[in-house]
């Protein structure tokens, strides 16, 4: 069993940055896709950034690209995501999640665990 605790959040204006952390315990976290989500107040979650096990491999979400970051250390069973340019339409709860997949998922359905979130709210 994985267990995914994020931190990092917080309060920032709009053009700021903020750097998500996730920590993993449990299970072998150099052998798990991981991803980042956020889910809006009133919206469905929505996928931000995957990374594979090696780092080799990322995704992001079209409205990210060029402005986030995902990054892993595996000696530190760490995950980030590193967030510039922030704008109000940033806002809400990311989570962290894992896959112990082959690939690097874009869809929530294929992860098996996941944090309990973290909250980003971006004042204009």
């Known amino acids: 069993q994985v267990q995914l605790v994020e931190s990092g959040g917080g309060l920032v204006q709009a053009g700021g940055s903020l750097r998500l952390s996730c920590a993993a315990s449990?299970?072998?976290?150099?052998?798990?896709?991981m991803g980042w989500f956020r889910q809006a107040p009133g919206k469905e979650r929505e996928f931000v950034a995957a990374?594979?096990?090696?780092?080799?491999?990322?995704h992001y979400e079209d409205a990210v690209k060029g402005r986030f970051t995902i990054s892993r250390d595996n000696a530190k069973n760490t995950v980030y995501l590193q967030m510039n340019s922030l704008k109000p339409e940033d806002t809400g709860v990311y989570y962290c999640?894992?896959?112990?997949?082959?690939?690097?998922?874009?869809?929530?359905?294929?992860?098996?665990?996941w944090g309990q979130g973290t909250q980003v709210t971006v004042s204009s």
């Open positions: 999640a894992a896959g112990d997949t082959g690939w690097v998922p874009i869809n929530a359905t294929e992860y098996d665990y």
């Open positions: 449990g299970g072998t976290f150099n052998s798990y896709a």
């Open positions: 990374i594979s096990w090696s780092a080799i491999t990322r």
